[in-house]
């Protein structure tokens, strides 16, 4: 079965520096998809990352990076030069891509990382 | 820039009363989720809903709760007999699932919080 494991809680960073957000996943599916979310205190979900299995590069938005290492199973979101308004937590997810009677794409999601960027 | 759309943002109601949340997908999208998040817990995901019929339901969608996209444009999750477990916040998501990287990526509705007193 599939699982999404974020092992922090809570994370503080310095302002303008970068933070890393770990995430490892399980899956006995070869095709997958991995995402990353953001939701501020207001409650919204917001896309940030996708990287899919096959990807050979690292994806990238912005100052989004997701280090993507296949054989550990982790896809660890990485954020550079960290904005107060980063401040929020964040969540990763995953979605198997095999095809099975039902399966249309439901994200399984981790338990989330509380970021707070301090001034 | 195109987005998901949820009415209400907050519904209060009573115990074993019946709700409906809606939900107003991206346009030319073709695949609709429903997730909950109960205060502080991670997302989990409810209903999937694609060709005008449910794909893919969990363990949590039990006979109270029922979806419908009634009119091409509206998706609506309905709960009937609601018990004070229901309380936790409800999103919508959908994804185009077609063309190219983005057919994959499920964008999410700022959600509803429901309150069941």
């Known amino acids: 079965a599939q699982k999404i494991t974020q092992t922090q809680p809570g994370m503080f960073v310095q302002e303008k520096e970068a933070v890393t957000l770990d995430c490892t996943y399980d899956t006995s599916d070869p095709s997958y998809g991995l995402f990353w979310y953001k939701q501020p205190s207001s409650g919204e979900m917001i896309f940030l990352i996708y990287q899919g299995s096959y990807d050979q590069q690292n994806a990238t938005e912005g100052r989004y990076s997701l280090n993507f290492q296949k054989a550990r199973k982790s896809a660890n979101l990485v954020i550079s030069a960290s904005q107060l308004g980063d401040s929020a937590m964040y969540f990763c997810?995953?979605?198997?891509?095999?095809?099975?009677?039902?399966?249309?794409?439901?994200?399984?999601f981790g338990q989330g990382t509380t970021l707070q960027v301090k001034p | 820039e195109p987005e998901v759309t949820q009415t209400p943002s907050h519904q209060v109601t009573q115990m074993g009363q019946e709700v409906i949340l809606r939900c107003v997908p991206i346009?030319?999208?073709?695949?609709f989720y429903w997730y909950r998040q109960i205060l502080g817990q991670k997302v989990e995901f409810l209903v999937s809903f694609y060709n005008n019929e449910i794909s893919e339901k969990s363990e949590i969608f039990d006979d109270r709760f029922s979806v419908e996209r009634p009119d091409g444009s509206n998706f609506t999750l309905k709960i009937r007999s609601t018990k004070l477990e229901d309380s936790a916040m409800y999103f919508c998501a959908s994804r185009p699932g077609a063309g190219g990287l983005a057919k994959n990526i499920q964008y999410f509705g700022a959600g509803t919080r429901l309150s069941v007193l």
């Open positions: 997810a995953m979605r198997e891509f095999r095809i099975l009677s039902g399966n249309t794409g439901k994200l399984i």
């Open positions: 346009s030319n999208h073709l695949y």
